[in-house]
């Protein structure tokens, strides 16, 4: 069942997944404090240029539930298999500037030569 709370699990996971795969920014005898201070200075660049926005985004959809007829359904008889379309609506908030601050930081790391 992927639906309501194993949905998000599963995206929970693989955001951790993910977030384990940032960028290491690299550069020939660059200290890692050199990387720190850069990398500060361009991500408040692209937090200036694309401020946090959060926005409720709204996915809706159906799914299949089965089952068998009972005496309080018309259209079918007693004990004969069903399908029952139920829909499904889902919310969550969504930073939508945040691709384009990583966009924004990732075009200043490699202008100042880190790759």
Same mark, same amino acid.
Do not use: P
């Given at each position: 069942m992927? /639906? !309501?709370? =194993?949905?998000w699990?599963?995206?929970g996971s693989a955001? %951790? %997944?993910?977030? /384990?795969?940032?960028?290491q920014w690299t550069r020939p005898g660059a200290t890692p404090q050199m990387r720190q201070q *850069? %990398? /500060?200075a361009c991500s408040a660049q692209a937090e200036q240029k694309f401020p946090v926005r959060n926005e409720?985004?709204?996915y =809706? !959809?159906?799914t299949m539930e089965y089952g068998f007829c009972n005496e309080a359904m018309m259209a079918c008889f007693p004990g004969d298999p069903i399908r029952i379309v139920v829909p499904q609506v *889902? =919310?969550?908030v969504v930073d939508v500037n945040e691709k384009s601050r990583e966009h924004t930081v990732a075009q200043c790391m490699r202008a100042k030569g880190w790759q």
């Open positions: 992927i /639906g !309501g709370v =194993s949905r699990m599963l995206i955001a %951790l %997944l993910m977030a /384990g795969c940032a960028h *850069e %990398l /500060g409720m985004a709204i =809706s !959809g159906y *889902e =919310s969550h």
